[in-house]
């Protein structure tokens, strides 16, 4: 059994796009992501510098796009299903990915969706200050009530001994200071508190939008970031895509429900590195692959012809 994973935020680099372009399958589902949403996803993508596209509003659309197009590059126009693959999932923006691979909504839904959504998030994180870590190493337990000392959240449980911590400035910099006990904390450069209270205004502000989404229940497996379930309805796995932008990331359950799956494989697609990085650590036994560029291609497809099913 193979799936497809879906990176999320923090992924990419600039000019990633750059390779890719050059193939018919990829530069067909930009370009036609790009006049969905007007949003210059060729330029970003090949000429943004790594400021530019750290900014949530070009960020999230530029990962999403990516990986749409970096699997129908894969799958030559065939469905998930048709191709092979058991199922699909997506780390935070990267679900909204995985819904289109799956077939709840197109490509250019996807791309209007995530634009809505990239755009709520900036503003909901320009309110106040805020920021997010990454703890590596620790006691799971002690790190939460670290956290709720501090006044922060944890944002993804992510698996392999990694948990994002996120909230104020100045709690992200307490953490810094005085880190849990046999863990360290990174800082991560992104633009707020995703997946906390802090972006409960982006949460009423995309629900309203996702009432005018049409969506149909997904073709294959699908599983969510909340509590790594599989979802077989469209409309709630669309209802959990607005809610997951407040609510943290159980990655760590999304592998383990995978594992119980019977997953033997997983191809990453791009910006990709970050989820296989994770599988190898937490999906002990299973084959992964990152798609980072065209020259990925050909292994990928020789390993989803020797799990597909």
């Known amino acids: 059994m193979l799936v497809i994973v879906c990176p999320g935020q923090g992924a990419q680099t600039p000019g990633f796009f750059a390779p890719w372009l050059e193939l018919p399958e990829f530069r067909s589902q930009i370009e036609t992501m790009q006049s969905a949403s007007g949003i210059d996803l060729i330029k970003h993508g090949t000429e943004s510098d790594a400021d530019t596209i750290r900014d949530t509003a070009v960020a999230q659309p530029l990962i999403v796009s990516a990986s749409?197009?970096?699997?129908?590059?894969?799958?030559?126009?065939?469905?998930?299903?048709?191709a092979g693959v058991a199922g699909v999932a997506g780390h935070s923006v990267g679900e909204i990915?995985?819904?289109s691979i799956a077939g709840i909504f197109?490509?250019?839904?996807?791309?209007?969706?995530?634009?809505?959504r990239g755009n709520e998030m900036a503003a909901a994180a320009a309110i106040e200050p805020t920021s997010m870590a990454a703890i590596v190493?620790?006691?799971?337990q002690l790190i939460e009530a670290k956290l709720h000392e501090l006044d922060l959240e944890p944002a993804n449980y992510n698996g392999g001994g990694q948990i994002v911590a996120a909230g104020s400035a100045a709690g992200i910099e307490a953490l810094k200071a005085d880190a849990p006990a046999g863990s360290r904390v990174i800082p991560l450069q992104v633009a707020g508190a995703f997946h906390t209270r802090y972006m409960r205004p982006a949460v009423a502000a995309l629900g309203a939008y996702a009432e005018t989404v049409e969506v149909q229940d997904p073709a294959t497996t699908l599983w969510t970031n909340a509590g790594?379930?599989?979802?077989?309805?469209?409309?709630e796995y669309l209802n959990l895509l607005v809610n997951q932008v407040s609510s943290p990331v159980r990655w760590d359950l999304c592998m383990a429900a995978m594992l119980e799956a019977g997953v033997t494989a997983l191809i990453e697609v791009s910006p990709a590195g970050t989820l296989?990085?994770?599988?190898?650590?937490?999906?002990?036994?299973?084959?992964?692959?990152?798609?980072?560029?065209?020259?990925n291609l050909d292994a990928a497809r020789e390993l989803l012809a020797n799990h597909a099913g």
């Open 68 to 82: 749409i197009a970096s699997a129908a590059a894969l799958l030559g126009g065939r469905h998930a299903a048709q």
């Open 137 to 140: 190493g620790g006691e799971q």
């Open 276 to 295: 296989v990085g994770l599988a190898k650590r937490s999906m002990p036994g299973i084959e992964t692959l990152a798609l980072k560029t065209p020259e």
């Open 228 to 235: 790594g379930r599989v979802i077989s309805s469209g409309q």
């Open 106 to 116: 197109d490509s250019a839904s996807a791309i209007k969706f995530v634009q809505k």
């Open 97 to 99: 990915a995985a819904a």
